[in-house]
């Protein structure tokens, strides 16, 4: 899995390309853990580029989110594909994790 990052308002932007499955979460959940020792709490994944995501890699989206609202942060999902929007459903990650169509939306919405 690679990724691009920006930054918008404070807000840290990733916008991942490949598989977020076992063998990549690692990479995300260490730079998610570099931006939080600098304060940084507030994320938003762009998930267009991903092609699959395997348990392992909705486990880490799940803990990431719980463990940025505690600190006061959060996390938004945008541009998901189809299929992933189903399973985020299925699995009733959809109603825990916030889901939005662009960028721009999430971050109104922080």
């Known amino acids: 899995m690679e990724y691009t990052e ?3 308002d404070g807000i840290i932007v990733l916008k991942l390309f490949g598989n ?3 063998l990549n979460a690692g990479i995300l959940k260490e730079r998610i853990r570099e931006s939080t020792a600098n304060k940084e709490h507030k994320f938003i994944f762009d998930l267009g580029g991903v092609n699959f ?3 392992s890699g909705f486990g880490l989206i799940m803990s990431l989110n719980d463990k940025l609202a505690d600190i006061g942060g959060g996390l938004r999902i945008v ?3 189809k299929t ?3 399973i985020f ?3 009733k990650i959809a ?3 916030q889901i939005y169509e662009t960028t721009d939306e999430a ?3 922080f």
């Open 20 to 22: 977020l499955d076992m």
């Open 79 to 81: 541009n998901v594909s």
């Open 53 to 55: 995501v395997d348990s």
């Open 95 to 97: 109603s825990v994790i």
């Open 84 to 86: 992933i929007r189903q």
């Open 6 to 8: 920006s930054k918008i």
């Open 89 to 91: 459903r299925i699995s």
């Open 107 to 109: 971050l109104k919405s």
